[in-house]
């Protein structure tokens, strides 16, 4: 695997605030970088300072000290323009303009390049055309803000992102307020644009089992240690995650909630998708799967699906919920 470019480094890096004169610290000891080419999913607990070091990182409040260094230059040095043109942000405030029309907000992204009078070039005619094709968001086009759901704006959001055509992308928490679909679909899109774009996507999220699926590497902030950087799934094996979020409940190695199973044991026979959703159903009425038991369940699924039980004589099911009423 190439290593892709290191767009934007942390150099012990050190973010907070300013309280009477006094510097209240957040984070401290950063030292991160992001690289082209990849979805990086910012976690941690509520309150832990995710949202602080994202303002420091796009410029909208000072370090406490240390630096951010973007494509090899001091992020103080940028002129507002310059910073427009190598970060683009994506935030979870509610855009105000309802009336305004699809595609003029997507070419919003194209500000940073225009001139005084607002007249886009060609070239700024196809980012906009080429942002709308990235994020498949060509059935919206001509809608109104205000006629869109939550997920459709998300959507249209990241579109003029992807137009404002800047190497970097942040986005603090997209899936917030998303039902499942659209938490899928905008995180799904999110790392193929970083391929497709070869963009270095930074995402503050709290879903940790869709990054776990998705990102290339996860920032871990956790209270009063140094943020850590890795892998998704070396997180997972180290123990990192765990001993961030203290999770209750949810077995990261398995990516399931934990489940107390009883005495009842069963042997089941089948593959594929039909296999693990009956297995999540018998686990979650606690049966425990084994490799042979007293109870046999066999999945068929040669003409329509059914489910052939051995308990005291020979059943033959249609549905899930009467398989768990035979058994029990």
């Known amino acids: 695997m190439i290593a892709n470019k290191t767009i934007l480094s942390l150099e012990n890096l050190e973010v907070g605030y300013k309280v009477n004169k006094k510097e209240l610290s957040i ?29 420091t990182i796009c410029g909208a409040q000072k370090a406490l000290s240390g630096s951010v260094i973007i494509d090899s230059e ?13 970060i683009s942000v994506v935030l979870t405030d509610k855009v105000s303009s309802g ?37 498949k968001i060509e059935s919206l086009v001509s809608k109104k803000l205000y006629e869109l759901s ?14 404002q055509d800047t190497p970097i992308m942040i986005l603090d928490e997209p899936t917030a307020h998303l039902d499942l679909n659209n938490r899928v679909e905008v995180i799904n ?21 869709l990054a776990l699926q998705s990102a290339d590497r996860i920032w871990l902030a956790g209270a009063n240690t140094p943020i850590i950087d890795g892998f998704p799934e070396d997180l997972v094996l180290n123990g990192k995650i765990d001993s961030v979020f203290e999770l209750k409940g949810f077995d990261l190695k398995t990516g399931r909630l934990e ?14 998708h039909t296999y693990l959703w009956t297995k999540n159903a018998l686990e979650r ?3 425990d799967v084994v490799e042979k038991a007293e109870i046999q369940i066999e999945i068929k699924e040669d003409v329509e699906l059914r489910w052939h039980v051995k308990n005291k004589g020979e059943h033959i099911v249609n549905t899930l919920e009467n398989l768990i009423k035979i058994i029990s």
Request: proline share 2%; aromatic share 4%.
């Open 99 to 135: 009336n305004m029309s699809v595609k003029d907000l997507v070419s919003l992204g194209r500000y940073p390049y225009v001139g005084w009078n607002i007249k886009f070039s060609s070239k700024d005619v196809e980012q906009i055309d080429r942002a709308i094709e990235l994020t």
């Open 150 to 163: 939550d997920g459709q704006l998300q959507k249209v959001m990241i579109a003029r992102a992807v137009c």
């Open 189 to 209: 899109m999110l790392s193929d644009l970083a391929k497709s774009t070869n963009k270095a996507i930074l995402m503050a999220t709290h879903e940790l089992d």
């Open 27 to 55: 984070l401290s000891n950063i030292n991160l970088q992001l690289h082209q080419g990849e979805l990086v999913c910012f976690m941690g607990p509520n309150g832990v300072g995710k949202s602080t070091l994202i303002r």
């Open 259 to 272: 489940k107390n199973l009883g005495t009842g044991k069963v042997q089941l026979a089948g593959e594929g």
């Open 74 to 86: 001091n992020l103080n040095n940028l002129t507002a323009n310059d910073l427009a043109q190598t």
């Open 285 to 287: 009425h606690g049966y």
